[in-house]
């Protein structure tokens, strides 16, 4: 079975950085396409930003658009997610998705994945 395990969260001041990583297993991690969703208290789970392992393809939030980058080893089986400029509203607990493509992913939300990790906690102080 898919295991998605989420690292790299924590507390930093605004305007700081932070990389999140997500460990995949159990799957053809070359086969699919790895995003991250985030979710503040009392809000829906958001997409933020997703990659095709096959092609490399990213798309991202407007949100966070130059700020965050999206990449992945193909041979770590491993997707990072690396923060920059980060800001209050930032602050959610991140979660690492599987699912069959990044368009499933970002034009229908949490209903195009499939497996999700635990989620790691990002908080931004202002």
């Known amino acids: 079975e898919p295991q998605l395990v989420e690292s790299g969260g924590g507390l930093v001041q605004a305007g700081g950085s932070l990389r999140l990583s997500c460990a995949a297993s159990g799957f053809d991690f070359d086969r699919y396409a790895i995003g991250w969703f985030h979710q503040a208290p009392g809000k829906e789970r958001e997409g933020v930003s997703c990659?095709?392992?096959?092609?490399?393809?990213?798309r991202y939030a407007e949100s966070v658009k130059g700020r965050f980058t999206i990449s992945s080893d193909n041979a770590k089986n491993t997707v990072y997610l690396q923060m920059n400029s980060l800001r209050p509203e930032d602050t959610a607990v991140y979660y690492c998705?599987?699912?069959?493509?990044?368009?499933?992913?970002?034009?229908?939300?949490?209903?195009?994945?499939?497996?999700w990790g635990q989620g790691t906690q990002v908080t931004v102080s202002s």
């Open positions: 990659i095709s392992n096959s092609d490399g393809r990213t």
């Open positions: 998705a599987l699912t069959i493509t990044c368009a499933a992913m970002m034009e229908h939300g949490t209903i195009g994945v499939d497996y």
